[in-house]
């Protein structure tokens, strides 16, 4: 049986990448892991007001990353279990390459990510952060779309993670 200590779980507060928490909650407690929560926004928190939490860049462009980051946060602790271990991260980046930087400097056994149905020339136009991590990643991936697209049910997916 594979040793899952620690799930990666990227999310950016949309509905795809909380899609993976349902997978990620079910391995956590099989395994007893812990999930980390993992943000990455293209601004850090030092883009806000602290008085006022507010961002002094445009507001079309960002609001508060800050307000942003803990909303994205209790929304995703609200969807996991209050039994499960969970941590969270924010970093500011490119969110592909902070994502494995992540992973790499936290020794991670498992990334489970949404992904959002790009279609070929989307992705290629637009990239794709899931395939990216996809091809580029040194520890084992399972995109949430995946699943759903093989239509596999749950036991085969941790029949799967068995063998990794």
Not at 76 to 105: M, R, V, Y
């Amino acid at each position: 049986m594979p040793n899952i200590q620690q799930i990666v779980v990227p999310i950016n507060g949309t509905a795809e990448s909380f899609k993976a928490l349902s997978l990620a909650s079910d391995l956590a407690k099989i395994y007893q892991a812990q999930i980390c929560l993992l943000l990455v926004t293209y601004f850090s928190t030092e883009t806000d007001d602290k008085s006022t939490y507010s961002s002094w860049l445009a507001t079309p462009l960002t609001g508060s990353v800050s307000r942003y980051a803990e909303s994205v946060f209790l929304r995703a602790k609200d969807l996991l279990p209050a039994n499960i271990d969970i941590s969270t991260h924010h970093l500011s980046g490119q969110p592909a390459s902070k994502i494995l930087e992540f992973t790499k400097a936290h020794n991670t056994d498992l990334i489970i990510m949404g992904c959002r149905k790009l279609n070929l020339f989307s992705s290629i136009l637009n990239g794709s952060t899931s395939r990216q991590i996809l091809e580029k990643s040194t520890f084992p991936v399972i995109i949430e779309l995946l699943k759903k697209l093989l239509k596999l049910p749950k036991y085969i997916i941790q029949i799967f993670t068995f063998f990794m």
